[in-house]
């Protein structure tokens, strides 16, 4: 069976980097305000000591802007 949608490498890529992004900037202002478990630890690595807030909600903010950006490329492949 082959699919009809032809989506490209660099899409799906996007799609997995903003995922790993916003869950793990989500997860990691989850841990900072209320002591929660970790779930990406391996983006604790990226926040410098002492802006920890400030690199979890940036993840998020470029998360979601690479999401958007393989969203308008599967759109744009599509026409």
Do not use: Q
Not at 56 to 66: E, F, H, R, T
């Amino acid at each position: 069976m082959t699919s009809t949608d032809s989506k490209s490498p660099l899409a799906g890529l996007s799609g997995l980097l903003c995922f790993i992004l916003v869950a793990g900037g989500a997860s990691g202002l989850l841990h900072e305000w209320f002591g929660w478990i970790h779930f990406m630890g391996f983006l604790r690595f990226l926040a410098p000591e002492g802006y920890e807030i400030y690199s979890y909600a940036l993840m998020i903010v470029l998360g979601l802007a690479i999401g958007a950006a393989g969203n308008a490329l599967t759109r744009r492949g599509r026409r």
